[in-house]
Structure formats: C-alpha cells, structure tokens
C-alpha cells in the first residue's frame, strides 16, 4: 500500500501535468514514466478528471509507453527483487 508521502508525491505530479508551463508539464511526465507502473493507478485515475486535452494526452501516451516488462526486468536488477 502507498504510503501518503508517496500519494502526495504523485498527486503533484499530476497536478503539474496541468501546468501552464511546458516544463513543468515535461518535467512531471518525465517523472511519471520513470515511475513506471506503480504510477498507472493513479494515472489512471487522474485521466478521468484531467481538466486539460493536452494533460489527457500526456497521461495516455506515459500508459501506453510504460512497459511493465522493462520496468520490472530494471526494478529486480536494481533492487534485487
């Protein structure tokens, strides 16, 4: 279970995904994809509400770019799971 730490974490970065600045927007999708596919819920989550296209769009290109196989294969290689 997600600590609040962690739901507060990805709550900003959503949030920012609405930013009017673009590298707020790029910075934040950058982060997101980098999360992989422990962010999904909550993009998932935040792709019903987004207030933007633009946000709409960002958060369905990181789905579909994140690929759980890669993220799990790099997780295990670097957490030793």
């Known amino acids: 279970m997600p600590t609040m730490g ?5 709550t900003v970065l959503l949030a920012r995904l609405e930013a009017p600045e673009a590298a707020q927007r790029d910075a934040a999708a950058k ?6 596919p422990v962010a999904w819920r909550a993009l998932r989550d935040a792709l ?3 207030r933007s296209p633009r946000a709409a769009r ?3 290109e990181i789905l ?3 690929d759980a196989t890669d993220w799990l294969r790099q997780a295990t290689k670097t ?3």
Do not use: P, S
Not at 31 to 36: K, N, S
């Open 48 to 50: 019903k509400k987004a």
């Open 6 to 10: 962690k739901r507060l974490h990805d």
């Open 79 to 81: 957490y030793g799971f």
């Open 31 to 36: 982060e997101l994809a980098q999360i992989g």
């Open 58 to 60: 960002q958060m369905n």
């Open 64 to 66: 579909k770019d994140t």
